[in-house]
């Protein structure tokens, strides 16, 4: 089955009350990171949290990106939302092993009895790809790989160069399947051009991406039906 899902920001609750209505799209990604300003973080993250609170718990459909491993973002945002019911999330830069355990552990802390969280981890940089089976062995928390292009094209000081970004997915599709996992293909950036979308999902279908991040509705019956070509 093909996963679409939708990144929404939560620097703009108005854009957040409507992904949730979405049809079309097998999960709504609720964006703590790249999305939002440093200055808007808090705000941010309480509209996470009036929405855990709100619902009990996470939506059907619904995960958040967090911040990344190593920032005073992600502490807070683990404090305040583990508490309220995130038990899923997705991981952005987590560039080793001890990343990935850190963070888990602090969830567990403060998850409590609540069980385990489900992670899709966000494969990023040159190193995390490199070393991705020593990364997510042992760990059945991790149940799915999603790739960041943009920053992997930016750790890998490859910038502009397509090839280099499809080299590596073709290697991330690789090692997902070797790991058991599904993987997930980065969003496409131009909203207008409808047969570029068409394409590049087509792409990432033929090369084995299990589905793909879109950051706007009107690119999900584009990307579902390029995946759907690539099936026949």
Not at 73 to 87: F, Q, T
Not at 191 to 202: C, F, S, T
């Amino acid at each position: 089955m093909t996963v679409l899902s939708l990144y929404v920001s939560a620097g703009r609750p108005g854009y957040v009350d409507h992904a949730l209505t979405v049809s079309g799209v097998d999960a709504v990604v609720l964006d703590l990171e790249d999305s939002v300003d440093d200055r808007d973080k808090d705000a941010a993250r309480d509209v996470a949290a009036e929405l855990l609170r709100s619902c009990g718990g996470l939506p059907d459909r619904t995960l958040v990106r967090v911040n990344a491993p190593g920032s005073a973002h992600l502490d807070a945002d683990l404090a305040e939302l583990v508490p309220l019911g995130l038990d899923r999330l997705r991981l952005p830069r987590v560039r080793t092993r001890q990343d990935l355990d850190d963070v888990l552990a602090r969830i567990g802390a403060l998850a409590g009895p609540a069980g385990p969280p489900r992670v899709e981890l966000m494969i990023e940089t040159v190193g995390a790809l490199r070393d991705l089976e020593e990364i997510v062995t042992g760990r059945p928390e991790v149940t799915a790989l999603t790739f960041g292009g943009e920053d992997y094209l930016r750790d890998s000081r490859a910038a502009g160069a397509p090839q280099d970004l499809w080299e590596a997915k073709r290697e991330l599709v690789r090692k997902a399947a070797a790991a058991g996992l599904p993987a997930y293909d980065t969003v496409y950036g131009n909203l207008h051009d409808r047969d570029a979308v068409w394409q590049d999902a087509h792409r990432a279908a033929r090369l084995g991406f299990a589905g793909k991040s879109i950051i706007h509705p009107a690119q999900s019956p584009v990307t579902r039906n390029a995946f759907a070509d690539a099936g026949r």
